[in-house]
């Protein structure tokens, strides 16, 4: 059982880029799906989630706007489409994945809820 996450390279300020996190072993369809980065000498932080049951998304407010998280249950696969990124984007990107329950509604936030993780992909924003 393993998650995969791809799509990152090298792009301009204001460009675009998106990113893509599948797994093997499992449906993501039955997964809540988060999106996580860590820049270098900083912890790793949350970016995004979308949840299995309905869909809804959450973003945090430093991306708000600008990036979008999705899921393609025929592809087994969720994005996350990176719209005029900045050079403060620049990070690796993890996508994480779990379908356990959750006693506070806003677990999504917290990366230790996650069970399962995917290498990362390395976001570089130039100015």
């Known amino acids: 059982v393993q998650l995969q996450a791809f799509g990152g390279g090298l792009v301009q300020a204001g460009g675009s880029l998106r990113l893509s996190c599948a797994p093997s072993?499992?449906?993501?369809?039955?997964?809540?799906v988060g999106w996580f980065r860590q820049a270098p000498g900083k912890e790793r932080e949350w970016v995004s989630f979308?949840?299995?049951?309905?869909?809804?998304?959450y973003y945090a407010d430093s991306v708000k706007g600008r990036f979008t998280i999705s899921r393609d249950n025929a592809k087994n696969t969720v994005y996350l489409q990176m719209n005029s990124p900045k050079p403060e984007d620049t990070a690796v990107y993890y996508c994480?994945?779990?379908?356990?329950?959750?006693?506070?509604?806003?677990?999504?936030?917290?990366?230790?809820?996650?069970?399962?993780w995917g290498q990362g992909t390395l976001v570089t924003v130039s100015s």
């Open positions: 072993g499992f449906t993501l369809d039955r997964y809540g």
């Open positions: 979308i949840s299995r049951s309905d869909g809804r998304k």
């Open positions: 994480a994945a779990d379908s356990s329950y959750h006693s506070y509604s806003t677990w999504y936030k917290d990366k230790d809820e996650f069970l399962y």
